[in-house]
């Protein structure tokens, strides 16, 4: 069973960059059966979906949040990795990371597996 | 923009039977996802594909789909059953994005 797990700074200055981290145990990230996704939840709001990878690399994000996301993948240390620009209050929320199973040829499964989030908040 | 549509909140009598709704387009081409989510926890896939229940949860959550709209139903409803509820999907067959819905708090009484 996977498990995932989110880290990095809870407190981001406003126009700074937001870097988190998910690490993946119970399975491996190159697994050709999973996507891997970041989700957020604004406090006492509701779920946001922001990009997700592939092990190759390929990334499919928000195209509200696009021109702000990078979302890359280490193999080698079976995790992957979130960085928002820019951010502003607004981008203050709960962050997920979690598995996308991956059936192939463009057809996806769930959001089976999901960390337990971090929350991020942005303030001077 | 993308959207799906859910019920802010919705009750029921304890021990009776809930439907929660989700409405969008692309319902149409894709069967949505059924998420709980309570206080303080991550959200649970209940509900997936065209009605199944991944393991362990009760066989009292039940999915469904007609044309745009997707429902979930627990059919006796429990008291640990209060939460939020979320559903999702894919946008379109065009992208590889995703939508969720604004969720619908399930309040037990």
């Known amino acids: 069973q996977l498990q995932l797990q989110e880290s990095g700074p809870g407190l981001v200055k406003p126009s700074e960059t937001l870097s988190l981290t998910c690490t993946v145990s119970?399975?491996?990230?190159?697994?050709?059966?999973?996507?891997w996704g970041w989700i957020r939840q604004p406090p006492g709001k509701g779920l946001e979906w922001i990009g997700n990878?592939?092990?190759?690399?390929?990334?499919y994000n928000n195209p509200s949040l696009d021109s702000r996301v990078s979302i890359s993948v280490d193999t080698s240390k079976n995790q992957f990795s979130l960085k928002l620009s820019s951010v502003t209050a607004a981008d203050t929320a709960i962050y997920y990371c979690?598995?996308?199973?991956?059936?192939?040829?463009?057809?996806?499964?769930?959001?089976?597996?999901w960390g337990r989030g971090t929350l991020v908040t942005v303030s001077s | 923009s993308y959207e799906l549509t859910q019920d802010p909140a919705v009750s029921v009598a304890l021990g009776q039977t809930v439907r929660i709704t989700c409405q969008g387009d692309?319902?149409?081409?894709?069967?949505a996802s059924w998420y709980q989510q309570k206080p303080g926890q991550a959200p649970v896939l209940v509900i997936y594909?065209?009605?199944n229940r991944p393991s362990g949860i009760p066989d009292r959550f039940s999915g469904s789909s007609s044309r745009n709209t997707a429902s979930l139903t627990i059919t006796g409803a429990q008291a640990e059953d209060e939460a939020d509820y979320y559903c999702?999907?894919?946008?379109?067959?065009?992208?590889?994005?995703?939508?969720f819905g604004g969720g619908t708090k399930l309040t037990v009484l």
């Open positions: 979690a598995s996308l199973y991956y059936y192939g040829s463009g057809s996806y499964g769930d959001f089976d597996y």
């Open positions: 119970g399975g491996s990230i190159s697994s050709s059966s999973y996507y």
């Open positions: 990878i592939y092990y190759t690399g390929g990334t």
């Open positions: 692309s319902l149409r081409t894709y069967y």
């Open positions: 594909g065209e009605n």
């Open positions: 999702n999907s894919r946008v379109s067959r065009a992208n590889h994005f995703w939508v």
